[in-house]
T-cell receptor, first 114, second 111 residues
Framework: EAGVTQSPTHLIKTRGQQATLRCSPI?????VYWYQQALGLGLQFLLW???????NRGNFPPRFSGRQFPNYSSELNVNALELEDSALYLC?????????????FGQGTRLTVV | GQNIDQPTEMTATEGAIVQINCTYQ??????LFWYQQHAGEAPTFLSY??LDGLEEKGRFSSFLSRSKGYSYLLLKELQMKDSASYLC????????????WGAGTKLIIKP
């Protein structure tokens, strides 16, 4: 069974540009979480999608947005990129409303803003 | 509000035992997870606790006290490869089962 897949693995953008990151959850999982992890720091919650709807968002500006498609894959968009947006962006998926099922992470997208 | 606290960094010696604590305040509680994350890699699942008590899995054990909003991860016979960040997460059933994450504890193992 395929795990959570993220693309691209690495992304280099110029300040002011837009970045689009993609995540495909494990088959059967309907919840997708997005996290930002700057170098040496902990996970910062960005967005949570479940059944196609945004359920919650972290303390990030509106230029961080996303969506979830009918097949439960998800996209994270970052507009007007700033240097401090450089980080590892991780996606995790879980079944909807699951109690004891852990979240499975993708390998992440390393975004570098220059 | 929802909050999970862990120490930022800990140092331990190879072969020793270390305990990493996690305290949480969430609207609801439907289980607590521990994850390991090596630098530059994705977090991987270590353990899950939903009832009070100790869950043992090889060199790693995890403890939960729901009344105290407290958990710890115990690592025995430390190896250099255990150098990593350890993340605590709580599933909040009062918030549509959202996972709430701590910032992680960076564990440094010295020879």
């Amino acid at each position: 069974e395929a795990g959570v897949t993220q693309s691209p693995t690495h992304l280099i953008k110029t300040r002011g540009q837009q970045a689009t990151l993609r995540c495909s959850p494990i088959s059967g999982h309907t919840s997708v979480y997005w996290y930002q992890q700057a170098l040496g720091l902990g996970l910062q919650f960005l967005l949570w999608y479940d059944e196609g709807e945004e359920r919650n968002r972290g303390n990030f500006p509106p230029r961080f947005s996303g969506r979830q498609f009918p097949n439960y894959s998800s996209e994270l968009n970052v507009n007007a990129l700033e240097l401090e947006d450089s980080a590892l962006y991780l996606c995790a998926s879980t079944p909807q409303g699951a109690g004891n099922t852990e979240a499975f992470f993708g390998q992440g997208t390393r975004l570098t803003v220059v | 509000g929802q909050n999970i606290d862990q120490p930022t960094e800990m140092t331990a010696t190879e072969g020793a035992i270390v305990q990493i604590n996690c305290t949480y305040q969430t609207s609801g509680f439907n289980g607590l997870f521990w994850y390991q994350q090596h630098a530059g890699e994705a977090p991987t699942f270590l353990s899950y606790n939903v009832l009070d008590g100790l869950e043992e899995k090889g060199r790693f054990s995890s403890f939960l006290s729901r009344s105290k909003g407290y958990s710890y991860l115990l690592l025995k016979e430390l190896q250099m490869k255990d150098s990593a960040s350890y993340l605590c997460a709580v599933r909040d059933g009062e918030s549509n089962y959202q996972l709430i994450w701590g910032a992680g504890t960076k564990l440094i193992i010295k020879p």
